[in-house]
């Protein structure tokens, strides 16, 4: 990776990743009716990715920040399921960001970030396409806040709204809303 600080004001930093992942536990179906899996060593995978991230100060109050991940995560051997080599590992999404800005003034403070997580399949097999329903790993983005206010040197009072907007988006299952 690479740290880069642009200007006094602007620092950009770069990371590049590769993971060989051996012997992956992966799950094997014993009998189809009632679905039972087994699950075994048997698999290999590959994940590689870049991840950016910027941070700039406005003025000695604001910052604003913002940072994305791109990650190519493959199977690359399945013994127990060999339909699955080619497919995207479970669970990895494709693209990620953050998007926010943070405010300091005096005592009081407040967040705002923004989050994307791109389509997931919970499938080895990549077939969960659907969104919206049940088992589906959405994409999603969501906005929370928060404000904070300095009592002491000691002590800080906050007050957080996750999903500001009231996202509703599938991670198996119905994520929770505004809270």
Request: glycine letters at 8%.
């Amino acid at each position: 990776g690479f740290d880069f600080q642009v200007t006094s004001k602007l620092n950009v930093e770069m990371r590049g990743f590769l993971n060989l992942i051996d012997d992956v536990v992966v799950s094997r179906t014993v009998h189809k009716e009632p679905n039972q899996t087994q699950a075994v060593n048997g698999g290999k995978n590959t994940a590689y990715g870049v991840e950016v991230s910027l941070k700039q100060e406005i003025n000695p109050c604001l910052n604003w920040f913002a940072n994305y991940t791109y990650t190519d995560a493959t199977i690359r051997e399945n013994s127990a399921v060999p339909a699955t080599v080619g497919k995207r590992v479970t669970d990895v999404p494709e693209h990620m960001f953050n998007l926010g800005a943070d405010l300091d003034y005096g005592s009081f403070g407040a967040t705002a970030t923004g989050r994307y997580v791109g389509k997931r399949f919970s499938s080895d097999t990549n077939n969960d396409t659907v969104n919206g329903v049940q088992g589906s790993l959405d994409p999603y983005f969501t906005l929370d806040l928060k404000l904070r206010y300095k009592i002491t040197a000691w002590a800080t009072a906050s007050l957080a709204v996750t999903n500001l907007f009231d996202e509703h988006y599938y991670a198996s299952s119905l994520a929770p809303g505004r809270s």
